[in-house]
Structure formats: C-alpha cells, structure tokens
C-alpha cells in the first residue's frame, strides 16, 4: 500500500489565519481526498483533490474556506482559511490506487484554534 | 444520505477473550472495509472485502461480507492490550462513489 505522510502533523493557530497542509505520497495514485475528523466523531469527506482541475467539494465545504491544491500525482495541500474555534479538528489525507477498491488514511493533522 | 450503523459505542473486554463488532446498513454495498485508529493516528486499513459472503481473515482478525450486501462483522479472537483503538467500518455503494463511514466503537481491553 502506498506510504502517505502529512506535515505539519499538528498546530496551534489563532483565529483568523490559515494553516495550509501537505500530504505526500511515495507512489502515483489515481484519487486524492481530503477528510476531517471533529473530536470523538466519525471522518466526513470535504472533498476530492483532482489532479489539475479543480477539487469536488461535498456539501457543506467550499473552495473559499477549504482551497485545496493538486499539482501531481503524489502531492496534495489543504488550506483551512479564516479558522475559528470551530475548525478544530484532525484532518487526514487519502488516497486510492485504481488497482484496488481501498482508501489508505494519513497519519493526519491535528489542528487547534484558539 | 447512506447510513452505517455502528453500536454500541463502546464495548469494555478482557485480555483474552473473543469480541465481535457488527455493521449494518438500510442499503446494499459492494465493499466493505473495517479500519482501526489508535490515538493520535490516522486510520489503519485492516481488512477488505468484496463479494457477498466472503470471509476474511488477518491474523487474529475475520471479517465477513454479509450474504444480504447490507451488514458485515468484525472478530477479534483473543484479544490483547494492543488491540484497544477505534473500529471503523466503511463501505462503498458502487464504482466511483464515495465512502461512508460508520461512527465507530471504541474498544478497552482489561490486562
């Protein structure tokens, strides 16, 4: 399975900035997603990073809030925009390899707003 | 929206015994996928399944693909302290569509 890594691996921001995070993976996979993971809760996708297009996002997250970026086969970022308390959240990188119906998760990013 | 069901919660062993985690839907999917997160990790992919009635083992682990396409089940044999962690399953309706996820049990092994 491929090897995904996140930096940072977590952070502590202020409300009203952004944090942007990387996702890298050591091989090229098809399908790239984004999801988030609030505090004792199950994972909600935000969207899917497409490769030189831009990302679907699912309802509820938009690409103001959540720009996300796809420059190649191996490498993703999320930006959370203007955070508030509420984003607080881990938020973890997949991807899928077209060989296998599976999703393989990220160490995720644990981010806390103040 | 497509619903997994989970329950319960949280589900308290002791070292060494056997526990079973079940997984049930209102609608059919074609795969199943059971992972588990430890604090402060991502999700681990444990086991796959594909076909309906497919039984799947991983060491200590077996999962099963309901006949009906609307359940699987998960089985922990002789459960040990590492073991202890969140249990997801997720599944997929069809080609291209996206994963659902249940909301997980939380499971405690007693040493």
């Known amino acids: 399975s491929a090897v995904i890594s996140q930096k940072p691996s977590r952070d502590i921001c202020q409300r009203g900035t952004s944090l942007t995070i990387q996702c890298q993976v050591d091989s090229q996979v098809t399908m790239m997603f984004w999801y988030r993971q609030q505090p004792g809760q199950s994972l909600t996708l935000i969207a899917t990073a497409n490769q030189g297009s831009e990302a679907t996002y699912e309802s509820g997250f938009v690409i103001d809030k959540f720009p996300i970026s796809r420059p190649n086969l191996t490498f993703s970022t999320l930006t959370v925009s203007n955070m508030s308390p509420e984003d607080s959240s881990i938020y973890l990188c997949?991807?899928?390899?077209?060989?296998?119906?599976?999703?393989?998760f990220g160490p995720g990013t644990r981010l806390t707003v103040l | 929206g497509q619903q997994l069901n989970q329950s319960p919660q949280s589900m308290f062993i002791q070292e060494g015994e056997d526990v079973s985690m079940n997984c049930t839907s209102s609608?059919?999917?074609?795969?199943w996928l059971w992972y588990k997160q430890e604090p402060g990790e991502g999700p681990v992919l444990l086991i796959a399944?594909?076909?309906?009635?497919e039984l799947t083992s991983n060491g200590r682990l077996t999962a099963q693909f309901g006949i009906t396409r609307k359940d699987s089940f998960l089985n922990i044999s002789a459960s040990i302290p590492s073991d202890v962690g969140i249990y997801f399953c997720a599944g997929r309706s069809g080609a291209n569509s996206k994963l659902t996820f249940g909301k997980g049990i939380t499971l405690s092994v007693r040493p």
């Open positions: 399944l594909y076909k309906a009635g």
């Open positions: 997949s991807v899928e390899e077209s060989s296998a119906d599976t999703q393989y």
């Open positions: 609608s059919i999917f074609n795969t």
